[in-house]
């Protein structure tokens, strides 16, 4: 731990801990022993940051957070798994976040520039990409795949192993127990496809060509009664439509390629 942190007098900073020297660490804070922590990170009050947890730059905790505990999964048996935390992201009041599995990649990971709003639970072996928004509550079982940009609106569950691709959306109170595929906006309990998250595209500068190729996209796969392969031998047949579409239309391959729990339909 560097010397000069601006840590309170109140807060436990274990010695072995590894804190570059801007970090901030607020009243009644506990730093374990294997934490790890960049340029530019400020931990709010009574926040708990334990277990093999790495935070890059400039993240903020606020207070009552609990960062980087053991998984809550009987088959733990104490082994030295990781959580892994990117750049710039904001973890709002009580968020909670566990390190991985030897059962899968032994890693707990987010990426960049995330805001993470209050109560929101990531469990053991998810992996979330950057720019996510994760409104108040959201639940998140163990082995969730998150894409980047991805919109989970507030109280949204999402059952274990399921994947939500990248500019997804759902809407409030949603309940996840299958895929949810690129672009496209899902909500109810449980999950129906409503139409592609076009707002979200248009904020990212996504044109109006591309974002009409991408609702051709959607059209295929929920609303010509298309089986899953047939509407995928339909997607594959617009590459070369727009260019700056073809790295859509290979994002949505992939992802319907590697679905193991059905998508949302």
């Known amino acids: ?16 801990a590894e804190l570059d020297s801007s970090v901030s660490v607020g009243p009644y804070s506990v730093i374990g022993a294997h934490v790890r922590m960049g340029a530019g990170c ?22 009552f957070a609990s960062i980087g505990a053991a998984p809550q999964d009987k088959k733990y048996g104490g082994e030295p798994t990781r959580l892994e935390i990117g750049s710039g992201n904001t973890l709002r009041e009580f968020v909670t976040i566990n390190t991985g599995t030897v059962q899968d990649a032994g890693a707990t990971r987010l990426g960049d520039d995330n805001w993470i709003m209050a109560y929101v639970h990531i469990a053991h072996d998810c992996q979330l990409g950057s720019h996510l928004i994760l409104a108040n509550s959201v639940q998140l079982a163990g082995h969730v795949h ?21 500019h997804a959306m759902t809407a409030f ?20 496809p409503q139409s592609i998250n076009a707002e979200g595209l248009r904020r990212r500068g996504f044109g109006p060509e591309r974002i009409a190729l991408i609702k051709q996209m959607y059209r295929l796969l929920y609303r010509k009664g298309l089986t899953l392969e047939a509407a995928r ?18 994002l949505m391959q992939d992802f319907l390629g590697t679905a193991t729990r059905g998508i949302v339909r």
């Open 1 to 16: 731990m560097a010397a000069t942190c601006r840590i309170h007098p109140t807060a436990l900073v274990d010695p072995a």
């Open 42 to 63: 400020v931990v709010g009050a009574h926040c708990v940051i334990e277990g093999h947890t790495t935070l890059r730059a400039n993240n903020r905790i606020f207070q």
């Open 146 to 166: 998150l894409g980047d940009w991805v919109f989970l609106g507030g109280l949204t569950g999402v059952h274990q192993f399921v994947r939500v691709g990248a």
């Open 173 to 192: 109170q949603t309940r996840l127990a299958q895929d949810v595929p690129p672009f496209v906006m899902a909500g109810g309990s449980p999950a129906e």
């Open 233 to 250: 031998q339909q997607i594959d047949a617009l590459r070369g439509e727009l260019a700056e579409a073809d790295a859509d239309i290979a």
